[in-house]
């Protein structure tokens, strides 16, 4: 069973750690480690990382 690991932190997916997708590569992040709250995610429409 090999493990994914997503984000800048390189962990694993945990449901309790809320997570959003860049809109142009499809790579996840947690809201912690990209200083995102979920008040500021319902507000955007469209989720581009800074790699892309």
Known sequence: NKKKYYC???????????MIAC???Q???HFSC???TED???EI???ICHVC
């Open 40 to 42: 500021k995610a319902n």
């Open 27 to 29: 790579e996840w992040y």
């Open 8 to 18: 800048i932190c390189h962990q694993e997916y945990d449901k309790n750690n809320p």
């Open 45 to 47: 429409d469209q989720f």
């Open 34 to 36: 990209i200083g995102l």
């Open 23 to 25: 809109d142009n590569c």
